[in-house]
Nanobody
Framework: QVQLVESGGGLVQAGDSLRLSCTASGLIFSRYVMAWFRQVPGKEREFVAVISGGSSVKFHADSVKGRFTISRDNAENTVYLQMNSLKPEDTALYYC????????????????WGQGTQVTVSS
């Protein structure tokens, strides 16, 4: 059974940085596409970033491009989201997700999810 556990969220001020981590178990990690999504109450879950199993392909949402960077360490079964220059509009519950297949950006294409970690950015 796939388990994903996120960590690293918190309360920060605008302009600060945070690094989120998601550690996976129950899967051959290097074979899985890993992604980050975020969600605020009353809104759809929003794509943030995705990375291929071997890290050769990465995509970031336009809203975070140049500020957030996704990376992974297959030896540690962990995917990261480095978030710099945080803005109040980045406030959300951040989820990591895994899929065994092609890179996708829609939440509906992912079957395995973590419990989420809250990021709150004050102005």
């Amino acid at each position: 059974q796939v388990q994903l556990v996120e960590s690293g969220g918190g309360l920060v001020q605008a302009g600060d940085s945070l690094r989120l981590s998601c550690t996976a178990s129950g899967l051959i990690f290097s074979r899985y596409v890993m992604a980050w999504f975020r969600q605020v109450p009353g809104k759809e879950r929003e794509f943030v970033a995705v990375i291929s199993g071997g890290s050769s392909v990465k995509f970031h949402a336009d809203s975070v491009k140049g500020r957030f960077t996704i990376s992974r360490d297959n030896a540690e079964n962990t995917v990261y989201l480095q978030m710099n220059s945080l803005k109040p509009e980045d406030t959300a519950l951040y989820y990591c997700a895994a899929r065994n297949g092609l890179i996708k950006k829609a939440a509906s294409d992912y079957g395995d999810w973590g419990q989420g970690t809250q990021v709150t950015v004050s102005s």
